[in-house]
């Protein structure tokens, strides 16, 4: 259904972007920076404060701060308590400012609630980052099936692949709802890049100096998905244990999920290894440059998948699917799962065979091209009738080989 809508002479459109985990600040960030830059739109930031201290630590990365905060009062950490206080509260703020537009982005119940108070008062949604699908609703959990909501609400389906979009359009969404813009998360992570990154902890500092030296190989490890936890996530960490004992020239560093399950198991494992370094959650900024300075990288992460291939840097996927289907199709990442056997030999064969870890680095990044958020604003300046003709979207085929480095 064409939700496009006719200026208003003399108002500038404001346009929510809701942001309640760092994902989703990370990627909203270029967003923010574009609409502000075009003029057109007025962007208002809105933290739901579903993780408010790494959503302020992650705008800081880009000199952003929230411009509406919320607060929720999280007692049994719940999904139910959670998505009502989050619509409640939302709802509440835009019967006071209603946006013109809300923005959303990705799979979270803060995209959810967004979605859903966004639809209910009749403002057209915008989801970025539309259209993944795992085609599995127990992985990743809940956010599967939170995707695929949103995707009901959403006037337009912001695709960050060619893939995603053929998702869309086999689930019955119109084609001239949906715009391939690639992934914002190319965006942010070229711009953290590009300045020299400040490290909290000397030792991590120390670590990638000596990667980036090539004084040894750095092996980046993170794993915080909700399914993992317990005996899954025990299995890679015994995992990472027999890799450093086994490849004596590489440094793992490893950042501990907060959960005090996970890192009483991540210490109890990994913390008497010399060569593991364990961090709190890191910055975004240091994240980037780990990741840059890195020779592997075993993940459970999203993002990461998103974000190694601008660096060349081959990603084990610690998961048993991945709705980022697209870095295994281009040959970048390769689905090993939990299986301790199976991380060992595959990360083995990768550092010791310079050949097989060239064969995965991919031929420029099949997620985006850095240009996202510039089309994300053209796509919803068309959206609010500022703009007669739909942006350009991102092909694949016109990347640009990129080999270790932005």
Not at 113 to 126: K, Q, S, Y
Not at 158 to 175: D, H, I, K, W
Not at 184 to 202: K, L, N
């Amino acid at each position: 259904m064409d939700q496009r809508r006719s200026p208003v002479p003399g108002h500038r459109p404001v346009v929510w972007l809701v942001v309640g985990t760092r994902p989703e600040a990370i990627k909203l960030a270029p967003v923010a920076d574009a609409l502000a830059e075009g003029g057109r739109m007025r962007p208002v930031v809105v933290a739901t404060g579903q993780h408010p201290e790494m959503v302020g630590q992650a705008l800081a990365a880009f000199g952003r701060t929230a411009d509406a905060g919320l607060t929720v009062d999280r007692r049994n950490g719940g999904q139910p308590e959670l998505l009502a206080q989050l619509i409640t509260a939302l709802d509440g703020l835009a019967a006071q400012s209603p946006p013109d537009a809300v923005l959303v982005q990705g799979d979270t119940t803060t995209t959810l609630a967004g979605a859903l108070t966004a639809f209910w008062r009749r403002i057209p949604v915008v989801h970025l980052e539309a259209g993944l699908r795992s085609f599995d609703m127990a992985a990743p959990f809940p956010e599967e099936l939170n995707r695929r909501m949103v995707t009901q609400a959403a006037a337009l389906h912001l695709a960050p692949t060619p893939e995603a979009a053929g998702n869309l359009r086999r689930e019955g969404v119109s084609g001239d709802d949906i715009l391939v813009t690639g992934n914002t998360s190319v965006d942010a992570i070229r711009a953290v890049t590009e300045r020299a990154p400040t490290f909290a902890d000397g030792a991590l500092a120390e670590v990638v100096e000596d990667a980036t030296a090539g004084r040894h190989r750095l092996v980046l490890v993170t794993a915080h998905r909700r399914e993992s936890w317990g005996e899954p996530l025990r299995e890679v960490l015994r995992a990472v244990a027999e890799l450093v004992t086994r490849h004596p020239g590489i440094r793992v560093v490893l950042p501990a999920h907060p959960n005090p399950e996970v890192r009483r198991l991540v210490h109890d494992t990994l913390g008497t290894e010399d060569r593991v370094l364990i961090t709190e959650p890191l910055a975004y900024e240091e994240l980037a440059a780990v990741l840059a300075a890195s020779t592997l990288v075993l993940s459970d992460s999203g993002g990461i998948q998103e974000e190694a291939p601008t660096f060349g840097v081959p990603v084990l996927v610690l998961r048993e699917v991945t709705e980022r289907a697209e870095a295994v199709h281009a040959g970048c990442a390769r689905l090993v799962g939990t299986d301790r056997e199976l991380i060992v030999a595959t990360a083995s064969e990768l550092l010791v065979d310079p050949a097989a870890r060239v064969a995965m680095m991919s031929r420029g990044n099949p997620f985006g091209d850095g240009a996202a958020a510039r089309r994300t604003e053209q796509a919803v300046a068309r959206l609010l009738g500022l703009a007669a003709a739909a942006p350009d979207q991102f092909r694949v085929a016109d990347l640009a080989t990129v080999s270790g480095g932005v």
